[in-house]
C-alpha cells in the first residue's frame, strides 16, 4: 500500500508512539485487503462496548500517548448511575465502566454512549467517508445516508479516529457499492418489525449488496431503515441495501444496480417472515419477567409509541427501554419520563442488551423484546426471550408474568 509522506511519518513514530500503533494496525488491515491507499476520514464511531478486551486495546493506545485526530463517537456500555442506583454493580463492574469512560475520555472521544449516532450526534452527510462501528450503525450509514464505511471493528474505528485515516477497499469503493442480489418482495411489510423479520431473511439472500424491489419506497420510516438494517448485518453481514426510491443510491433500480445484471434474484414471500416470526417466538412466551426494548436504542418517536401502548396497559413487569441520554433529557422535560414510569417503564440512558455486567443478573429469566438482535445477545448469558411486535411485548407485560 502506498502511503503519502504524513502517513509514513505517522507509521515511523514522528507523531508519537501512539499514533505509529494506530497506524500500524491500519497498514495491516489495509494490506490483508489489497488497499492501494490511505483515504482521510471526517468521523468515526467507536463500538467501545465496556468489555474488558476492548477497553485494554484502548487503554494501550492511550498510555502509548495517542489523541484522536477525529473525536468519535461511542457506542453504549452500561449507564453506572442507574446500575449502581439499582444496585446492580459490584466494584469490580462499576471499576471497569469507569475505566472505560476515562479511557475513551482521555483519548478525545465524545461520550455519547448511543448506538443510534447517525439520529443525533454524529450525522454522516451523502458521500462522506467514515469509520463506524457497531452491526446496526454500518450499514444504515451505508445505506440510507449514503456515506461511505467499512464494518470496522471497535479497534479499527479507533485506529481509524487516532490517525484521520482508513486504508481504502470495499464499501469506500464505487463498483463493490452496486447492487448484485435482486429480493423482490412478496410479502406484506408494514412496520418496523415486518423490516426486521425481512433483515432476518438475510441467510436466504446470501452475500452481497441486496436491492429490495416490490417495497412501498414512499412509505418507508426511519424505524424500519434501521429494523432491516439492523437484522440484515447480524443474519446476513449485509455492509449495504438499496431500496429503490427510498435510499439515496437508487433513485431506480436501474441506478441501484449500475445498469449491470444482477447476479441472482431471490424472492422474499410471506410464508418466510412467517417462518422467522414462528422461529423467533418457539418455545414462549408462556412466561413474560420483563420486556426489553431499544436495540437499536429507540428513536422518541418510539418511545411515545410506547408510552401510548402502555397508557392503555400498565406494565406489571419491569418494562426497560434503552435509548439515547438526548431522547431521555427531552422525555423528562416534558413529563414523558414521568408517565412511562407510572406504567411501569424505565428509559435507560448509555446501555446496550449486550452487557452481562448489568444484564447477567437475569439469566434463566423469560423476557420479550421486540427486536430479533437483542433476543440474540441475550441468548449468550442464559436468558431467553419471546420476540414479537411492540404491542405483543407490553400486552405480555400488562398480564403481569404470564404470557398468552
Ligand atoms: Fe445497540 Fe447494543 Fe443492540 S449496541 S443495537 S443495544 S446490541
Known sequence: ME?????????????????????????????????ARMVPI??????????????WF??????????????????????????????????????????????????????TYSCTPYLFGNIPRYGEIVAFSETSVSVYVNSVLGAR?????????????????????GMLLDGNRLGTVRVTVEADVRDAFDYSLLGLCGGKIGRGVPVFCGLGAQDISTEMLMGLGAQ??????????????????ARTEEDAFGGRTPERCVTITQADL?????????????????VMLGCPHYTYEQIVEAARLLETTPARVPVW?????????????????????????????????DESAVWGRLAG????????????YMRAFGVQNAVSRVEDCIRWAGKGGRGE
Open 149 to 169: 464505511t467499512n464494518r470496522e471493528s471497535s479497534a479499527s474505528a479507533l485506529c481509524a479516529a487516532i490517525t484521520g485515516f482508513v486504508p481504502e477497499y
Open 321 to 353: 427501554i434503552l435509548t439515547s441520554a438526548a431522547n431521555i433529557a427531552l422525555a423528562r422535560s416534558n413529563g414523558l419520563e414521568a408517565l412511562l414510569e407510572r406504567c411501569g417503564a424505565h428509559l435507560i440512558a448509555d446501555t446496550c442488551v
Open 3 to 35: 502511503l503519502t509522506k504524513q502517513q509514513q511519518d505517522m507509521l515511523d513514530g514522528r507523531y508519537g508512539a501512539g499514533k505509529a500503533k494506530a497506524m500500524q494496525v491500519l497498514k495491516a488491515v489495509g494490506d490483508g485487503f489489497r488497499a
Open 274 to 290: 412467517e417462518q422467522q416470526s414462528q422461529q423467533l417466538l418457539s418455545g414462549a412466551p408462556d412466561r413474560v419477567d420483563f
Open 42 to 55: 471526517t468521523r468515526a464511531h467507536v463500538a467501545l462496548s465496556a468489555q474488558e478486551a476492548d477497553t
Open 365 to 376: 429469566q423469560h423476557g420479550a423484546t421486540d427486536s430479533p438482535k437483542c433476543a440474540y
Open 58 to 111: 484502548a487503554r494501550k493506545m492511550r498510555d502509548a500517548g495517542a489523541v484522536c485526530a477525529v473525536a468519535p463517537t461511542v457506542n453504549p456500555g452500561y449507564c453506572l448511575a442507574y446500575f449502581e442506583r439499582a444496585g446492580v454493580l459490584d466494584e469490580k463492574k462499576s471499576a471497569l465502566m469507569r475505566e472505560t469512560h476515562e479511557v475513551y475520555r482521555d483519548l478525545g472521544a465524545n461520550l
Open 232 to 249: 440484515l448485518n447480524v443474519s446476513g453481514v449485509t455492509e449495504l441495501f438499496h431500496i429503490p426510491g427510498a435510499t439515496p443510491d
